[in-house]
Every structure is written in C-alpha cells, then in structure tokens.
C-alpha cells in the first residue's frame, strides 16, 4: 500500500512552516535536511522581516510566541531621502488594526525561525526529520513518489511518500529534474550587507528604513542581539572586487559617506549577494510540488521573499490534507500554483522591482514626483491603509483566495 505521508526538502523556514502545519493536521511527514545538528545553525541570518500575515501563520503553528522573544516588533517603517538624512514619510501598521491581530512587523531572522521551527518539529510525533541527509534524485508514479537520498550514515537510502514537496531554496534540484524554467532576470550589480552595532535611532531612523539615493541607495534594518545589530545594504558594481569591497576599512568609509559620525563604526560582519527576480514556469507536475524559494526568488527589497514562500506553505499544506483525506482531488493542487505564482509574479515581483526602480531613481522630476506621492500617501489614513496591504502581503492573500 502506498504510504500517505509527506516528503518535505528542506528544513528552511518555508519546509518547516509546512511539516508543522501537516503534522497539526495529522499528517505524517518526512522532513529531509542536508544540514546536520553540528552546522544547522552556521546559515547566514538573511532574511527577518516578518509581516502581519505570516505572523498570524506562524502563531498559527506555535512559533509566534517563541519568535517574539527573540525579535523587534516594529510597527513603523520609513522612506528617506539620504541626502540631508531627510525623513520622506513614515508608514505605520497600526492602520491595519481592524485587518490582522498583528498590526506590525516582527524582526526576527531566518536562522533564529529555523532554529526555533527544529525545536517544535523534533517535538512533533508526526514528524520524522532527517538531519544530514542530501536529498539527490527522484521518482513518481502513479501511486506516489520515492526520493533518494544519501542518508546521515553516507548510505544512498530510498524514501516513498504520496507527495514531494521541494522546499530546497533556489538551486532546487526538484526544479530542475521536472525541466521547470526559472523564468526572470539576475541583476546586474550585488548587494553589499555591512553589519554594524550602532544605534542608528539617535540619528531618527526607525526599525525598517528604505533609503533613496540616485547614486547609492540603501537600506537598513535593525535586529535583536546581544549585541543588537544594524544591517546596511549597499549597491555594489557587478566587476567590483568582493575582497576590496569587504576590506574594513573601505565598509568604514562606505559608512562613513552614509552617515558621516566622525567615529569609526563597529563593523560586527558582512556579505555580499547576487539578487535574482525569478519565477517557476510550473509550481507543480504530477506528485512533484515547488514552495517558496525552490517557486520564485527575488530582491529582499520589501521582505517579501521568506514570507511568500511561508504563505505558500499554508496555502498548501491545506490542500495537501483535504487530498489525503479524501475531501478533494489532486487537480486542486492546480489551484496552488494558480493562486500562488499569482501573488509570486503580480505581488512579490511586481513591488520588489518597484520598490528598488523608487530607491535609485535617479531623474530629480521622477524623484520629486513619488517623492510626494509617498508623503502623500502616508498622511492620508484611507490610503496608508490600502498600502500597508500590498506592502505587507495581506492584499495577496486576498486576491489569492478570489482565484478559483
Ligand atoms: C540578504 C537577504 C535578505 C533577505 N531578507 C528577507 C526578508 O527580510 N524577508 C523575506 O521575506 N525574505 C528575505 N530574503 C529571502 C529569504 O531568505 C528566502 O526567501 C527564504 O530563506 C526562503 O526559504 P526556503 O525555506 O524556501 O529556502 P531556504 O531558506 O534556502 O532553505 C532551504 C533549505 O533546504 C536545504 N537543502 C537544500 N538543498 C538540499 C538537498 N539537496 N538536500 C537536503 N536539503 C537541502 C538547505 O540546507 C536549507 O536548509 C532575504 C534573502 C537574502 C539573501
């Protein structure tokens, strides 16, 4: 007989999202994760900004409230022109009050997620989680699935399950063996991530700032330590030289152009990436299913990338379970991509292009003009409110549910 249970790739924030909410509904699932207990907690932090909906997600499974203790809840963000340090105009979420219970953003990285996430799954009974274990191929049939993988022992093992849900990040290998194309572009220049401990508060930043420059802009965002941290991002030259770029003391001058304080920062890391808009051509065939990065990558411009592919785990854990309990047919799967490389291509994509297109504009009129219609926008309650919906994902949502 063939088994019911879920094989979910990859234990990031989106595969355990999904283990978590199956399992709550008593589905088994298998959760393979090529990181061992001695360096699952080495991953680069990356993304942190987690909006009202994913939050509501999150409580949903029992990881609100571990989160919140170990992040920032940051209702107010900001749009600022960096010359003059000059304040553009300042969102806040409380004008979602009567649309989510979570009015506000928590900052709260990815690795912590992760870890916290671990911490539930292995106390999960419907849950069995395979640490150093690389998933490598694999099949399906008529009846369900097998993944091969190389097990924690070194051994190639074969897995079976009625579904394999890649949740392996970008280099999906899932992806690739379906022959789905990544559709989209890579831009031309990477990003440069300077983290620093200094309060940036004294000098009338908030918590979430998006920096408008014509020739560098940025952002910066404050995480919880000890000690707390400020991460800088910076546009950097695609043939710039990542070891000149990362020398302490080009980062202090860079910092220094930023926010001239006369005193050195303290420099406490810093890394350099590649930013990609892409979105899978098909986010399922057959048994074999894409979620979050493995679906559509893009710029961290709007923290849109750990929450999209979290509401995808959501919206496909539902569906999941109605199948394996007989109340739906697989073709609602169909429905999943439908509704989600929806949001993926006219939400996630759409404002993360905008969002870097209004950072580094660089015509004054073009610059001037939404310049005011931000300020605008934030001033008036009706229309603070319609933005806060798109920027923090809740309008997706929505609109998601609307397609049939
Ligand atoms: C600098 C930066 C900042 C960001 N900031 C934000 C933000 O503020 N908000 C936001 O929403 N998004 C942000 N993002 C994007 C965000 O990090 C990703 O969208 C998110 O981590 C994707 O989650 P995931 O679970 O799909 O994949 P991943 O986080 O990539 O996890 C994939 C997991 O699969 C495992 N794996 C991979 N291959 C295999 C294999 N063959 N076998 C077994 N296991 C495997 C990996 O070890 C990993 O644990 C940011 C990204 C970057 C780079």
Redesign the pocket.
């Known amino acids: 007989m063939t088994s019911d249970r879920i094989i979910v790739?990859?234990?990031?924030?989106?595969?355990l999202c999904l283990a978590l909410r199956l399992a709550q509904d008593g589905v088994q699932v298998c959760v393979?994760?090529?990181?061992g207990e001695d360096n699952f907690l080495e991953?680069v932090p990356?993304?942190?900004?987690n909006h009202p909906a994913t939050l509501e997600m999150l409580d949903r499974i029992g990881l609100y409230s571990k989160l919140e203790l170990r992040g920032i809840v940051a209702p107010l963000f900001h749009y600022r022109e960096r010359k003059n340090n000059e304040l553009i105009a300042e969102f806040d979420h409380s004008h979602l009050k009567d649309d989510t219970r979570f009015p506000y953003v928590l900052q709260c990285e990815?690795i912590k997620i992760v870890e916290e996430a671990l911490k539930l799954a292995k106390a999960q009974p419907n849950i069995e989680l395979r640490l150093a274990?690389?998933?490598?191929s694999f099949t399906q049939d008529a009846d369900g699935v097998t993944a091969r993988v190389n097990n924690a022992a070194g051994e190639p093992e074969a897995i079976r399950g009625a579904y394999l849900v890649s949740?392996?990040?970008?280099?999906s290998?899932v992806r690739k063996e379906l022959g789905v194309a990544f559709e989209g572009f890579t831009y031309p220049d990477r990003t440069l991530?300077i983290e620093v401990a200094h309060d940036f508060r004294q000098h009338g930043y908030t918590e979430r700032n998006y920096i408008s420059d014509p020739d560098e802009w940025s952002n910066l965002f404050h995480w919880k330590g000890p000690p707390d941290r400020w991460r800088v991002h910076f546009p950097t030259a695609r043939e710039e030289d990542e070891a000149a770029l990362t020398r302490p003391e080009a980062m202090q001058a860079r910092l220094q152009r930023f926010l001239p304080t006369g005193k050195p920062f303290d420099i406490v890391g810093s890394n350099l990436?590649v930013v990609h808009q892409r979105v899978a051509e098909k986010f399922r065939i057959g048994r074999a299913i894409l979620?979050?990065?493995?679906a559509h990558?893009n710029s961290?411009i709007g923290?849109?990338?750990?929450?999209?592919?979290i509401h995808d785990a959501f919206n496909l854990a539902e569906k999941l379970v109605c199948i394996l309990r007989r109340e739906a047919d697989a073709d609602v799967l169909d429905r999943y991509e439908r509704q989600r490389r929806h949001v993926a291509l006219q939400h996630t994509q759409a404002q993360t292009i905008r969002n870097k297109r209004l950072l580094a504009e660089k015509d004054p009129a073009v610059r001037r003009k939404n310049h005011d219609e931000l300020r605008r926008t934030a001033e008036d309650p009706k229309l603070a409110r319609a933005f806060l919906l798109r920027s923090s994902l809740i309008e997706s949502l929505r609109e998601a549910e609307r397609i049939p």
Do not use: C, H, K
């Open positions: 790739i990859g234990a990031g924030p989106v595969g393979i994760e090529a990181l991953q990356r993304a942190g900004t990815r274990t690389t998933f490598t949740g392996e990040g970008a280099r290998i991530n990436y979620a979050g990065d493995a990558v961290p923290a849109m990338g750990m929450n999209s592919g």
